[in-house]
């Protein structure tokens, strides 16, 4: 009996601290998800004036920056930390983890002009972080 007691008492911990894990959003609060390594879907298609909505529900950090010199002709350069460029972007993340999406954060920017934009994750553009937002 003791047995039975010590795995049901570990199986309940277990569950408790897993839970802690679960950043609490579900794919119906988002468009675009992060994984480790990854934006899920990787392009996504909208119309103009329509707001896009990134969540983050991996344990990782990561951030929403858009590639600056690649924005269509009149478009708003947008990051998940509100800075003005893509190098005070990178500046600020590196420097105080500005624009840094915890797990269970969320990102949203409006599209107010037609094109692609593209756009990466600021920790993780080397491992291939990137995506594409299409604006028609």
Known sequence: ???RTLLATVGTVATAS???CSSGLSEEDYDIGMTA???RPTSYTVSVGDTVVWGNPSSRGHSVTAYEDALPEGADFFASGGADTESA???GFWGSSRGRLASGDLYEHTFE???EFPYFCIPHEDGG???TIVVE
């Open 1 to 3: 009996m003791k047995r």
């Open 18 to 20: 897993l839970a802690g």
């Open 37 to 39: 390594n990854q934006f």
């Open 89 to 91: 972007a990178r500046d």
């Open 113 to 115: 002009v037609a094109g």
């Open 129 to 131: 972080m990137v995506g």
